[in-house]
């Protein structure tokens, strides 16, 4: 099969002509013995099926980090090179044209974001960077559908050319030699899209601008995640769903071991999805109608901000409060996108470039961000409270997001980089780009995260009957009870909610705890361990010995924080006099001397 | 002309790169996105209340955090 590879530096609308030029069966996979994501696809063409390949994107191929490494590894696999360039920066992506013509693998240039060049007062002359080059060069608007079938019949383009261009000094000549050459920049006023780009990124006009931006998404992921819920997948799993499940019931005799593992205990003679805890009613009703909605949602709209070219603004705005917790302004993405799932985000942690960064995003994430699953169960807990049980929920996080991420700041080894990030124009979002990304990231979510609810449910049905929870509720039941303020019957909850945080949810509804127990219990679900999926990925991502620690905080936090909140918090606010000692301790780890190495070489 | 840090030049004034007192691996991160020695850019925000700065460079705008510019070393333009 032949394989077409897409090369270019990022933010070059490499994604865009990837997914129009490939059907719907694109996967997302792993550079083999890596942890570096690529895409590909296939298309047909004429009688044959061409691969095409998604390559990260790259300034070099002097690679200066992992998924660079790849790009480079990649190349040897081509037949053919598609090297997508931005024609409103071309200088500057000249410079990995240039390094892939010396390659030898047949190779096509093409000149995207074209239609914004003339309104950028940026004129390129075609004909005289095909002169320099020698290779087919073909304008393109990606977005728009612009340049893709030009592009399409050079596939079987197949010469090869014999550049070389020196060293890293003689090669950048070079480039400033072909600019002078072919291009001509008339400079034109300030349009009305480079002033709002600006008011994105000074922090007071831009911080605003955040908030309204995250509110509105709010506003949008909700209505449309309880649209999907409200619309399709209860009335699915009412209707279509239903009847089969109560066949089978009947068919399995209605109780029993197997029918409680697979269907669940009947509540008051009926199936009931949300609580009886069967392998295939709750098991598959809680990841597919109660969370996937909302990540569907979540995701869409994160995937909108992302193609406008809003997001970097948001790792600008807040580089500052990152630095205090010894990371920098782009380690915010993996932590927003916690907030959809915390699978999809421990993979883009990846992404981060040191060890100790990978460490402290992880450990933060798994402890203080609660995903939409466990947003979900706490406003189910909280809901009946008032709003104001989730506002006390979601200060009590800030706060603890700000003391471990300030203590491992201090107290771990290693060293942080520095920010260094391209601010891409804003751009009309291309819809199949939008989709197809929207697709593959629910589709690591139902390859990751549900097999692992599935299995959550498996071993919990088993447990519960082998009287595993019974046992250790007595054991620590005591002392947390007193610890924490709550009844003993929440501790059994609370050690479930080690595999299944929804199940425990249905533990603690009956139970008729008070507003403050039932605020402790919220908060202690949230931070004290993330759900199997996440726990498994970051093993794989951290090493065994890291996850222990990062545990550790986690289990330290629990205990720390639930106790705290039964000491500070009053009948329905907490005292004030008793934040206090809070803020004193604050002091005292800013105090602590730092660990951490700079290191000049890589910041 | 007198040698300046990055982090030193205001908001919308010229400067030209002059040298990196960093790693080769900064140095290439940098000339990957146009900041290369010799090179002009445009110190296009540069806020009292911290922050990174970004600059343009041709028609590439790039965030640079204030501990990595902070080891760029430029000359202002007039």
């Not at chain 1, 009412?238 to 019931?249: A, G, N």
């Not at chain 2, 030193?8 to 900064?26: L, Q, R, W």
């Not at chain 2, 209340?49 to 080891?71: C, D, E, N, Q």
Request: charge should be neutral.
């Amino acid at each position: 099969m032949k394989k077409v590879l897409l090369l270019g530096n990022p933010n070059v609308g490499k994604s865009v002509v990837f997914s129009k030029l490939t059907g719907t069966s694109v996967v997302s996979s792993n550079y083999a013995g890596t942890t570096v994501e690529f895409t590909k696809g296939h298309m047909k063409w004429g009688d044959e099926i061409v691969e095409i390949i998604d390559v990260p994107g790259t300034y070099t191929l002097n690679p200066t980090n992992k998924a660079e490494e790849v790009a480079v590894e990649m190349l040897d696999e081509g037949d053919l090179i598609i090297n997508v360039v931005d024609s409103t920066n071309l200088e500057r992506n000249l410079n990995l044209t240039l390094q892939l013509l010396e390659k030898n693998i047949p190779m096509i240039i093409s000149l995207n974001f074209w239609d914004e060049t003339e309104h950028k007062g940026i004129e390129i002359n075609v004909d005289k960077l095909k002169k320099h080059f020698n290779v087919p060069i073909i304008p393109t608007s990606a977005t728009k559908g612009i340049g893709l079938k030009e592009i399409i019949n050079t596939f079987d383009y197949d010469k090869v050319v014999n550049h070389n261009y020196g060293d890293n000094e003689s090669r950048w000549a070079e480039v400033g030699r072909i600019i002078n050459d072919v291009q001509n920049i008339n400079y034109k006023e300030h349009s009305f899209s480079d002033f709002m780009e600006d008011l994105t990124l000074s922090p007071l006009t831009g911080i605003p601008i955040a908030i309204v931006v995250l509110f509105l998404s709010f506003i949008v992921i909700r209505f449309v995640g309880e649209g999907f819920i409200g619309y399709i997948a209860e009335p699915f799993f009412e209707i279509v769903y239903r009847p089969i499940i109560v066949q089978l019931s009947n068919i399995l005799g209605g109780e029993g071991f197997i029918h409680n593992l697979i269907v669940g205990e009947l509540i008051e003679g009926s199936i009931d999805f949300g609580q009886s805890f069967g392998l295939l009613t709750t098991g598959i009703f809680i990841p597919l109608a109660a969370v996937l909605p909302y990540i569907i949602s979540f995701y869409f709209v994160l995937g909108l901000l992302e193609d406008i070219g809003y997001l970097p603004r948001i790792s600008v705005l807040v580089d500052n409060i990152m630095h205090k917790v010894g990371l920098h302004g782009f380690s915010i993405i993996p932590l927003i996108l916690a907030f959809g799932c915390n699978v999809p985000a421990a993979l883009a942690i990846r992404n981060l470039e040191s060890k100790r960064e990978k460490f402290i995003a992880s450990t933060l994430m798994a402890t203080t961000i609660p995903c939409m699953s466990q947003m979900a169960m706490v406003i189910g807990l909280l809901g009946s409270f008032g709003g104001k049980y989730l506002l006390y929920l979601f200060a009590v996080l800030v706060v603890l997001w700000i003391f471990i991420g300030t203590l491992m700041n201090k107290l771990v080894p290693g060293f942080s980089t520095d920010l260094l990030l391209e601010l891409p124009s804003f751009r009309m979002p291309s819809i199949t780009t939008v989709l197809k990304k929207l697709w593959m990231r629910i589709l690591g979510f139902l390859k990751e995260a549900l097999p692992m609810v599935l299995l959550g449910v498996f071993i919990i049905n088993i447990f519960y009957t082998l009287g595993i929870f019974e046992a250790l509720t007595k054991a620590t039941g005591p002392v947390l009870k007193n610890l924490f303020g709550v009844p003993e019957a929440a501790i059994e909850a609370l050690i479930m909610g080690f595999l299944r945080k929804d199940l425990a949810m249905g533990v603690l509804i009956p139970l008729g705890l008070t507003a403050k127990q039932m605020l402790t219990m919220s908060i202690l679900l949230v931070i004290y361990f993330p759900c199997i999926a996440t726990f498994v990925i970051l093993l794989r991502e951290l090493g065994p010995k890291d996850m222990l620690k990062a545990t550790l905080i986690m289990l330290t936090s629990t205990l720390v924080v639930g106790a705290y909140v039964n000491f500070a918090f009053q009948i329905d606010s907490f005292n004030l006099l008793r934040i206090l000692p809070v803020v004193g301790v604050y002091l005292l780890v800013i105090l602590i001397p730092k660990r951490e190495k700079e290191e000049i070489e890589n910041i | 002309m007198t040698k300046l840090k990055l982090t030193e030049i205001n908001a919308n004034k010229k400067c030209k790169v002059i040298a990196f007192k960093g790693g080769s691996n900064m140095q290439t991160k940098l000339e990957n996105l146009g900041i290369r020695l010799n090179n002009e850019i445009t110190v296009a925000n540069n806020s009292f209340v911290g922050g990174p700065i970004t600059v343009i460079s041709g028609s590439t705008k790039v965030a640079i955090g204030r501990k990595m510019a902070a080891r760029i070393i430029v000359e202002e333009l007039k």
